[in-house]
T-cell receptor, first 113, second 110 residues
Framework: DADVTQTPRNRITKTGKRIMLECSQT?????MYWYRQDPGLGLRLIYY???????NKGEISDGYSVSRQAQAKFSLSLESAIPNQTALYFC????????????FGAGSRLTVL | DAKTTQPPSMDCAEGRAANLPCNHSTISGNEYVYWYRQIHSQGPQYIIH???NNETNEMASLIITEDRKSSTLILPHATLRDTAVYYC???????????FGAGTRLTVKP
């Protein structure tokens, strides 16, 4: 099994629908992140969490919310999806050591019609 | 965190060394240089990181100039499977987040 698992891997939805992307990890890491990638561009940080009680906004948090249900689980929600939120979404984890190396999930491709 | 500048694309012949440059002229003393790569639309994969000294692991070597204003990632014997987008990132080791730019698209050709 993958260290960082994202579900669903692909999702097509309609404008205005609520969508939740889920991420779970078996790395035992305390830090979790959500990134967004648009075609031909690098990754942009949406939200990150350093532990269960810590949530921080990233570069592009507007239109998104997150929930850290447990150390191993970090969910990203789009309360009312819009077409420009069509993108590839990545969850990542890291520990709190000096290296802080990120481990990424396989990605969730979201299409909003 | 300091900004980085990378060429948008590079080609390399299979079996040859791939040398990917990164400029980070505003790097500060406590910032590390990290390299990741992304193959197709998979999740980015960590390659290597360093602070001052050159580093080598099973995947690559990282050469950091003495003034730390630039670095080079070296893939010693590039294969077709090394075709990917390579991201150079500079950040404080334990800082809050890691920000990815557009990276360098490396194409390894037979």
């Amino acid at each position: 099994d993958a260290d960082v698992t994202q579900t669903p891997r692909n999702r097509i939805t309609k404008t205005g629908k609520r969508i939740m992307l889920e991420c779970s990890q078996t790395k035992g890491h305390d830090r979790m992140y959500w990134y967004r990638q648009d075609p031909g561009l690098g990754l942009r940080l949406i939200y990150y969490s350093f532990d269960v009680k810590d949530i921080n906004k990233g570069e592009i948090s507007d239109g998104y919310s997150v929930s850290r249900q447990a150390q191993a689980k970090f969910s990203l929600s789009l309360e009312s999806a819009i077409p420009n939120q069509t993108a590839l979404y990545f969850c990542a984890t890291s520990d709190h050591s000096g290296a802080n190396v990120l481990t990424f999930g396989a990605g969730s491709r979201l299409t909003v019609l | 965190d300091a900004k980085t500048t990378q060429p948008p694309s590079m080609d390399c012949a299979e079996g040859r060394a791939a040398n990917l440059p990164c400029n980070h002229s505003t790097i500060s003393g406590n910032e590390y240089v990290y390299w990741y790569r992304q193959i197709h639309s998979q999740g980015p994969q960590y390659i290597i990181h360093g602070l001052k000294n050159n580093e080598t692991n099973e995947m690559a070597s990282l050469i950091i100039t003495e003034d730390r204003k630039s670095s080079t990632l070296i893939l010693p014997h590039a294969t077709l499977r090394d075709t990917a987008v390579y991201y150079c990132i500079v950040r404080v080791g334990n800082n809050n987040d890691m920000r990815f730019g557009a990276g360098t698209r490396l194409t390894v050709k037979p």
